[in-house]
């Protein structure tokens, strides 16, 4: 190994040790490493990617926590990176692209192989807030014509492989689903049972590649499942969303919620990460409107001078009204926000929360104005 490939594994544990991780590569948890190599400059931590194991390499890229590996690729060597990206999951690679810039996108989709090209190029046409955006090609796939002894074997060469298992899907000649067993039910199955006859005959959940990834968690969450099939109109069977690829998404849309709730533009990258443009073009759109309607709130009082001039003591008040409105303002946006991430109600039913709003703000005003007038 050359000075080059140590001096970068060298950083890399250093930062590791200042992480609390274990400071043996061996024995550190990919998520560790992903965190320090955050904390690399793209270049050295590109270089301590590769000098890692190829398969721990893998793994890192796959993390979600690695919030850097889109300028580590601009960095790598074009073989270096094809070896990498035929080695992650297709929805990982998916991610992947969507965080390229479009020139490394296009150089390097020319240098995978047509098949995976053509996954890759298919999950990419789907929003990435949809199912077909999140969804997975890798998944554990038995004809109707074989039995549970044949799935069971299936299952233990894919076991063998990086291709994860969380349900067995059925599939007819034609590539349509025809059931989900799960691995209990193949297990616990009689030898040479019909895998069309194991298990209990229940109805299929599954969604359609544009249904929205919050509609996928709520399914995932109502019928307690690991995984859920996205089908097209045919019924034929396109991929898997498994669940820690949808508490993922739900982070990102949360996060998004956060930045709106906030008064800003949903911010796409981690903090330290964001350019100082981009964070004065997502800020100060809703600071302005805020400012503009501050300034009609001046404009109104302004009109009314001369009555406050006459009695002082009302000028006293105004702090206090704002500070309640806004108190107000912000108890009702949480409440409705968070029923709408709930599904509790829709943006149809603003009219249902107009009439049920309006009369709570007038009884909460009188019990305040009731306060103020004791006082």
């Not at 709106?260 to 964070?279: C, H, Q, R, V």
């Amino acid at each position: 190994m050359s000075q080059t490939e140590v001096a970068p594994k060298a950083e890399l544990l250093e930062q590791l040790r200042r992480l609390g991780a274990p400071d043996d590569l061996a024995r550190a948890h990919p998520v560790d490493i992903a965190e320090a190599l955050n904390l690399l400059d793209p270049r050295v931590a590109g270089r301590a990617l590769c000098s890692l194991p190829f398969d721990l390499a893998v793994r890192v890229l796959e993390q979600p926590e690695f919030e850097r590996r889109a300028a580590l690729f601009e960095d790598l060597p074009a073989e270096d990176a094809v070896l990498l990206i035929r080695a992650m999951s297709p929805d990982q690679q998916a991610d992947l692209f969507r965080e390229l810039p479009p020139a490394d996108c296009s150089r390097l989709l020319a240098l995978i192989d047509p098949p995976m090209r053509t996954t890759l190029e298919q999950l990419l046409s789907y929003p990435h807030d949809t199912a077909g955006g999140i969804m997975t090609t890798d998944y554990a796939s038995v004809p109707s014509s074989w039995t549970a002894d044949q799935a069971i074997d299936h299952i233990r060469r894919a076991g063998r492989t990086r291709k994860p298992v969380y349900a067995i899907y059925v599939v007819g000649p034609d590539q349509r689903l025809v059931r989900v067993v799960s691995l209990r039910e193949v297990l616990a199955a009689e030898r040479g049972t019909p895998i069309t006859g194991v298990g209990e005959h229940r109805r299929m959940v599954v969604v359609k590649p544009t249904t929205d990834r919050e509609e996928v968690a709520r399914l995932l969450s109502k019928y307690n499942l690991l995984a859920v099939p996205v089908v097209d109109d045919a019924q034929r069977l396109l991929g898997t969303v498994t669940v820690d690829d949808v508490i993922d998404a739900l982070v990102r849309e949360q996060t998004e919620d956060v930045h709106k709730f906030g008064g800003l533009e949903a911010l796409d990258e981690p903090y330290p990460n964001i350019a100082f443009t981009t964070m004065i073009r997502k800020r100060a759109g809703w600071l302005c409107a805020l400012f503009i309607s501050e300034m009609l709130t001046a404009t109104a009082m302004q009109h009314f001078q001369a009555e406050l001039s006459q009695a002082l003591v009302l000028s006293l008040f105004i702090p206090l009204i704002m500070s309640s409105g806004g108190n107000s303002g912000s108890q009702a946006t949480s409440l409705i926000i968070r029923a709408l991430a709930l599904r509790e109600v829709r943006l149809g039913d603003w009219w249902r929360v107009a009439v049920r709003e309006l009369p709570a703000g007038l009884v909460l005003g009188a019990i305040l104005g009731v306060i103020g007038v004791l006082r």
